[in-house]
């Protein structure tokens, strides 16, 4: 049943990209609304939105205009003035993973990361020797509270993992009927190269002002090498760590724990892993941290590159994807809120 008003709304969705967005539109049960022309918004509130249903709750989507923490800080701030009634955020769209996650399972390109903690990785201090990242536990951004910890804890439970990535596969198998854009990419196209072999040209420079041959390190990389792909580029398979087995059937496994957010884009397979091994991330991304205190929150993303240097965007949609599919898998375990909408 259509809400009366505002109020009436509960889940809060936040996405920053338009294929993020459109894969969560993908599982409206209902549109009751978009961008205001039936519902408004408070004079103070500067979003845009889509109204809906999504199985029993009430839920407003919320576009952001921009990536990044700043731009995620905003949006969710300006939420509560029309929607006072929002007991959960879900950020939602794609992150990039870690091909292995500290608890020593692989992590796949279509797989989803569920934040149960969130480190601001870029917090810290300028040195002359460099960046200093704030790493101790007052530097990780509170805890969800009780009942998304609750859910969380029953979700990681071996039975009810395998229950929700059934779910998560049944609906991600439906949107797929519906449009060609959510189709999974080749198994070949997932690869880990050696996170210490850099994206540029390997076998001879690209032109006079090409620097990939003038060293290893990642600065040595020409503007034209950003813009091309690997098999442009002649980067070796030998450098290839880890090549997914195409005989697989498709599957997908969510992995909950620590998401790393920052305002930059993480390119740098060596940072990755070096961020991995001391913080415990399962991935990153650039908009949770700034949602995070404004409403109680939580972050799922399908992981769409490996954060290195090699990413590229084959796997955006199918991420936003899987992404979304999760979202709406745990939606059917939040319970539906009661209100006077």
């Not at 294929?19 to 408070?42: P, Q, S, T």
């Not at 917090?123 to 969380?152: A, T, V």
């Not at 939580?298 to 999760?326: E, F, P, R």
Request: proline share 4%; aromatic share 8%.
């Amino acid at each position: 049943m259509r809400p009366n008003s505002r109020d009436g709304f509960t889940i809060a969705i936040i996405c920053a990209l338009t294929v993020e967005a459109e894969a969560v539109e993908e599982h409206f049960d209902e549109i009751f609304d978009r961008l205001g022309k039936l519902y408004g918004k408070h004079p103070m509130d500067v979003n845009a939105y889509i109204n809906g249903r999504i199985g029993v709750h009430n839920v407003v989507l919320a576009y952001m205009p921009e990536m990044g923490k700043t731009s995620a800080a905003r949006v969710a701030s300006s939420v509560p003035f029309s929607y006072p009634n929002i007991e959960i955020g879900l950020v939602v769209g794609i992150c990039g993973g870690a091909p292995r996650s500290p608890g020593d399972e692989d992590i796949f390109l279509g797989d989803v990361v569920i934040s149960d903690a969130v480190m601001e990785y870029d917090f810290g201090e300028q040195y002359p020797s460099g960046f200093q990242r704030q790493s101790d536990i007052k530097n990780i951004l509170g805890n969800p509270d009780s009942e998304i910890r609750n859910i969380l804890t029953g979700i990681k439970a071996s039975d009810t993992r395998r229950k929700f990535q059934d779910q998560l596969l049944q609906h991600l198998h439906r949107i797929q009927q519906s449009s060609e854009k959510w189709t999974r990419p080749r198994f070949t196209d997932d690869v880990v190269f050696n996170p210490l072999y850099h994206h540029k040209h390997h076998d001879e420079a690209s032109s006079v002002e090409c620097l990939c041959s003038e060293g290893n390190h990642a600065s040595f990389r020409c503007k034209l090498a950003a813009t091309q792909n690997c098999t442009e580029l002649g980067c070796h398979e030998n450098q290839i760590n880890r090549r997914r087995d195409s005989t697989k059937p498709e599957n997908i496994s969510i992995h909950i724990g620590t998401v790393g957010s920052a305002s930059t884009v993480m390119k740098s397979g060596e940072d990755r892993d070096q961020l991995v091994k001391t913080e415990q991330v399962l991935g990153v991304e650039m908009e949770g941290a700034g949602v995070w205190d404004i409403f109680p929150c939580i972050i799922i993303k399908g992981v769409c590159d490996y954060a290195d240097s090699h990413k590229n965007k084959i796997w955006q949609a199918y991420a936003a994807a899987t992404g979304s599919c999760a979202a709406k898998t745990f939606l059917e375990y939040w319970r539906p809120v009661a209100t006077g909408g």
